[in-house]
């Protein structure tokens, strides 16, 4: 199966831009979606349908923002919304479903923003998250993918050392992807591919994709449960329409 995760920076918007023509085009297994920025209703995703896709949102209360989605051809169970803690789910920042026996959380985790003025809030967030999966990982195997708004390690970026106490590279964000590590996940693109260069977010501005001057934000993490499953991971830089391009992540079929 193939898993596809994209923080499309407003669906609406994406669909200008390429989105339907990569989905058509490629028809991954299941897609995670970020920054959907949309009620249901504000999309026209017949097409999808057409397709085979069965599509979970999780919306945020506050119009035009944040936002999740899970599309999936493989019927989804156990479908979930947030953390189940008041604090951190009213931006539709977590939906999860089980695809094919793996429990899939697909997640957009809150932006420490400008001079870390969010950084007690997003910590708070980063706890409750890894307890909400280490939950979720003793009913079976764990797939959470999406956008982190971190890059993990020095490598994980272009320019590291004018951006370490930065949102998106302090110690405290780098810290909370520790604790995964710690906690025995698996980052799978790491998992096939150690080298530079490798990047799923660029600023728009000084033609920074084009000098490939980015950050790695966007991640799958396996739970170990499913490190024999895994088949391969890539970061597709060759597509665009936002400012992150799509990643993805094959899981063989679990053998009877």
């Given at each position: ?85 008041a604090e951190h789910d009213n931006e539709g920042r977590i939906v999860k479903a089980t695809i ?114 980015g950050w790695r934000l966007d991640y799958f993490w396996a739970s170990p449960s499913l490190k ?29």
């Amino acid at each position: 199966m193939r898993f596809v995760s994209w923080n499309v920076n407003g669906i609406r918007a994406a669909m200008d831009k390429g989105f339907r023509d990569f989905v058509e085009g490629e028809q991954p297994d299941v897609l995670c979606l970020q920054e959907t920025k949309a009620l249901p209703e504000q999309v026209d995703l017949s097409w999808a349908e057409r397709l085979g896709y069965c599509i979970q949102w999780n919306t945020a209360e506050k119009k035009g923002y944040s936002g999740t989605a899970i599309w999936s051809k493989t019927p989804m169970h156990k479908v979930g919304k947030g953390l189940g803690i008041a604090e951190h789910d009213n931006e539709g920042r977590i939906v999860k479903a089980t695809i094919a026996g793996i429990q899939l959380v697909n997640v957009y985790t809150p932006n420490s923003q400008r001079g870390l003025a969010r950084i007690d809030y997003r910590k708070r967030w980063d706890a409750d998250f890894l307890a909400y999966i280490q939950t979720l990982r003793r009913r079976g195997p764990v797939l959470f993918c999406g956008d982190l708004n971190c890059s993990h390690h020095e490598i994980d970026l272009a320019n590291p050392k004018s951006n370490r106490k930065n949102a998106g590279f302090s110690d405290e964000e780098r810290a909370g992807l520790d604790a995964i590590v710690d906690a025995g996940y698996i980052d799978t693109f790491r998992y096939f591919e150690s080298g530079p260069g490798h990047y799923s977010w660029w600023t728009y501005r000084n033609d920074a994709r084009q000098r490939n001057i980015g950050w790695r934000l966007d991640y799958f993490w396996a739970s170990p449960s499913l490190k024999a499953r895994l088949q391969s991971a890539r970061i597709r830089n060759d597509i665009f329409g936002s400012d992150h391009c799509p990643v993805e992540v094959e899981i063989s079929e679990k053998k009877a």
